[in-house]
């Protein structure tokens, strides 16, 4: 039979539904990328930290639209989106989370990207108050980030790994606070974005790239 012109494939995206025809369907299949914000596994942080207002369950029945539409799926992770997490949870988090989007589209058969950004405080924002009203918070660690996207796509996870904060974030507010941090970092974040490298001069970077659980501070 064939199929009706007004047969409507219809994708959500954070709870909002993008219709295309099946035609345009057929014609973009394998083309086609959807961008959404998944952010975190976690219900907790993505309701009470990120007022996401989606569950994982509708998450996933919007992967199964974009599944059914032939597209692919870029999702944003955010690395250390609880301003109470110390370094080594939002090490595990961002890998937890990475993992549960990467096992979720493999059984769709959803080819997935993922970009993994570094949580920094934007001024005046909730989030912003929170982490000012946290005395254990720091911003994430360049490093960690990059090791988490590193391992990632070792594990056949494209990892791109976000730099910017957009103008929004002061001095003390993002991984360039960190003691980690250092310029020549951004260089090889670059080539490892860029698919130069897969995976970073660890012995090059020496000393900054101490494992998370080892503890750092401002200083």
Known sequence: MERSRLDRVQIDVQGELIEISWD?????LGKLRIL?????VSERIREQHLRKRESLAKFLAGLDRVADAGASLTAYVLFKPDP?????????????????LAEECAGRRLPLAVRLN???VAAG??????????????PPRLTDVMRVAEEEARQGVPVYIGLSTEGLSGDRGSYTARNDYSPRLIR???QFNDGRIARFPWDEIGLLAAPADRGTDLR
Request: aromatic share 12%; glycine share 4%; hydrophobic share 40%.
């Open 24 to 28: 345009e369907r057929d014609a973009l």
């Open 36 to 40: 959404t914000g998944f952010e975190t």
């Open 84 to 100: 109470a997490m110390t370094d080594a949870d939002a090490v595990r988090e961002a890998s937890a989370s990475i993992r549960f």
């Open 118 to 120: 570094p949580m920094y």
């Open 125 to 138: 924002s909730r989030w912003a108050h929170a982490a000012e009203g946290s005395p254990s918070y720091l």
């Open 188 to 190: 090889y974040v670059k």
